[in-house]
Structure formats: structure tokens, C-alpha cells
């Protein structure tokens, strides 16, 4: 591809619109075998297209149809000199190996023909992609509905169950579109997007090219574009973790959630003394946290689980606005259970859960602001100071 990338670089610096490359069938026959000894699929073993076009120029290739000996053999009949580059005797380079060795010995012991037989095999098998391509391009627009659009995320139930040949090549398409690409990603890639969909692995991701961050939750598999490192090499995980917590973020406001996520050592203390002494409202701007703490009902202008109603008696001490922490509990009417196994019951996604926001009395959870609404809270007593919580999500 990166000589492809040449060729367009040079058409467009001459004003081209086209650049004919001089492939011929020996060559195909050298890439089929170099692609089949690096475990190529169908779309490899196809070798090379006579013509493509290639981010808008098109590559022809005229000698696609003749062999090596064809053209010597017009240029000894009209008596042209050529020259043929040292490297190609190079026996360091694989292709070269195959074309002074492995070749050769195919013709001698198995078959004569063998250039003809890899060039014939090469056409059937276009055609047959040529024809999946097509069903692929189908079931494409009708699964997803894309329409033209980028898709950021693909829900793992409309391909499951496809076969494995059809999910490949959809993923294939998915991930060339996503990343602009005129070609395909590597095998390795597209097999780790595939045990992303087939096993039930939520949590999972899968980095392509260090440019884009699949991630599987619970139904979909999310993508976001990665911001590749002034310096080569791998991503800190740190940054990762990152990505992958605003992607979710953002996928689950596309759903219509809403959740409030805040740094993982995030912890602020309200003492029990300052809850009593409120008269009508107090403002709380913690880090960019907007919180307001109110003696009256707010009138109900926004979602209930941005909402909760505080009871002052009965707390001991204080309360506090803080991320989870080991031996959290959370009561709800059916009874108490862990905070871990309320969120992932809830299915939340688990880059999400250091994060979460909570209001804690001792390592009693009394309230998820976005997952656990007031209403499925323990109903409020009657008697007593409430403290009416207000967060802006």
C-alpha cells in the first residue's frame, strides 16, 4: 500500500489521472505464494487486480495477462535492451526465494503450468470476491442503516449469529470506513474484533493500528479514533482507560443516559452539623461538580436520578459525595446487596464503575445520581429534616 500511496502521489504532482504499473503474471504468481505462506485469506490469494482505483487515481496493471518469458521474448524480437535490478537476485528477500527457488521446483516436480494454474485461480477466485463484496455492501446498509454515516458503535446481537465469512468481511468494511482507509485492515486485527463479538467478553478491547479503540460492553462494540503518540511505541493504558470511559459516556448519552463521572479519588465530606444549619438552599461547586442542597421538594424539571431526598435523622455523621470504595453497600427496597454486584447486575460497564459518583454514609450507598433513581430507593419517613440533593449532570 505504501507504494500505492507513491503512485498517487506522483499522478497528482503531474496532474494524472492514471498510473500503469508493469505487474505481469510471474509477478502474480510470486505474490499469490508469498501471500499463502504469510496465511492469507481469499482477498490475499486473489494477489493483485488488474486495475483498482485508489484514493481517486486508478492503477492499471497492462502485463496483467503476460508472463515474464512473453516479454523477454518481444524485446529480444525487436532487439530493445533491458536491464534487470541487482536486488532481484537477492536471495535474503522472500519474494526472491520464491521466485528463484520455490517456484522453479514447483515447475519441475509438480506442475509445468504452474504460472497459469496461479494465474487462473487468481480470476476465480475475483470473481467470487468480487460477488461477496457485493453481498457484504447488502447486508452492510441493511444491518447497520448507516446511509453513508461513520459508525461508532455496532450492536453485537445483528451479527452473532452470521457466519463467520460474512462477519469478517463486514468487519473488514466497518473498520476501512472508520478509519478512511483504501485498504483492508491485518487478519490478526480483524480476528480479535471477531472474538470481541463471538464470546461474551464485556471489557474487551481491541487497538487497530494504534488509531482506533474497539471496546465490547455488554451489547455493542463501541469504536473510537485513538490519538496516536508523538513518540512510537505502545499507548499508556492510563490514556486508554480514558478513552474507553468518554466513549462509553458518550454512547450511553446517545441511549438517553446520563451518568455523572467524576475523578476515581473524588471524595467530598458534608458534615452532619452543616446539613441542619441549611435554611433554604446551599450551592456546591465541587471541581466542576454542580450540587445544590435544598429544604424544599424542587419542582420536577429534571429526571428523578438527578434528584434525592435526604433524611437528617438517623445519620450519625456525615455524609459524603465520593467514588465506590471496597465494602460499599447499597439498600434498595427488595433489600441490601454489594455495590459490585448492584452494578454489574444494573450492567454497568466496569471502565465506568471506579468513577461513579455516590452518596455515602459510611460504606452505606444511598444514592447512584444517573443509575439508581429516588423512586426504586427505600421510600423516605415522613417525620423529619429532608435535604433535597440536586446534581446537574
Known sequence: MLRYQ?????????????????????????????QLLRGSG?????????????????????????????????????HCEYRIDSSNEDRR???????????PMLASRYNPNIIETLHRTAELLADEDAYLDKITAHLYETLFNSKGVRLTLIPVEYLDNLPVALLRRLLRRWIMVLLQHSHPPSMADIESVVYLIK??????????????????????????????????????????????????????????????????????????KELKHIK???????????????????????????IYPLTIEGLSDSVELRTPAK????????G????????????IPSPLRPTLLLLCHRNRVLWIPGVTPSKSLPPVPKKGKIIYFELQP
Open 280 to 306: 433554604r438552599k446551599k450551592v456546591l461547586n465541587l471541581s466542576g461538580l454542580h450540587c445544590t442542597l435544598r429544604t424544599k421538594k424542587p419542582v420536577q424539571k429534571k429526571s428523578r436520578r438527578f
Open 6 to 34: 507513491t503512485f498517487v502521489r506522483v499522478a497528482r504532482r503531474i496532474n494524472a489521472d492514471a498510473v500503469a504499473v508493469a505487474h505481469h503474471k510471474n509477478d502474480l504468481a510470486e505474490t499469490i505464494l508469498l
Open 42 to 78: 481469499r482477498s490475499g490469494l486473489i494477489g493483485f487486480a488488474p486495475r483498482i482505483l485508489y484514493e481517486g487515481i486508478r492503477i492499471v496493471r497492462p502485463f496483467y495477462d503476460i508472463s515474464r518469458e512473453q516479454i523477454l521474448q518481444f524485446l529480444k524480437a525487436i
Open 199 to 272: 464470546h461474551n467478553v464485556p471489557g474487551k478491547y481491541h487497538l487497530v493500528e494504534n488509531r482506533l479503540l474497539l471496546y465490547r460492553d455488554y451489547s455493542h462494540v463501541l469504536a473510537s479514533e485513538v490519538q496516536r503518540p508523538k513518540k512510537s511505541g505502545r499507548i499508556p493504558q492510563k490514556k486508554i482507560n480514558a478513552l474507553i470511559r468518554q466513549t462509553l459516556l458518550n454512547h450511553l448519552a446517545q441511549l438517553g443516559y446520563t451518568f455523572i463521572s467524576v475523578s476515581e479519588d473524588f471524595r467530598f465530606s458534608l458534615p452532619l
Open 336 to 347: 441490601t446487596k454489594s455495590l459490585s454486584r448492584y452494578l454489574v447486575d444494573r450492567k
Open 93 to 103: 528477500y522472500l519474494r526472491n526465494r520464491i521466485r528463484l527457488e520455490l517456484i
Open 327 to 334: 465494602g460499599d453497600v447499597i439498600t434498595l427496597r427488595g
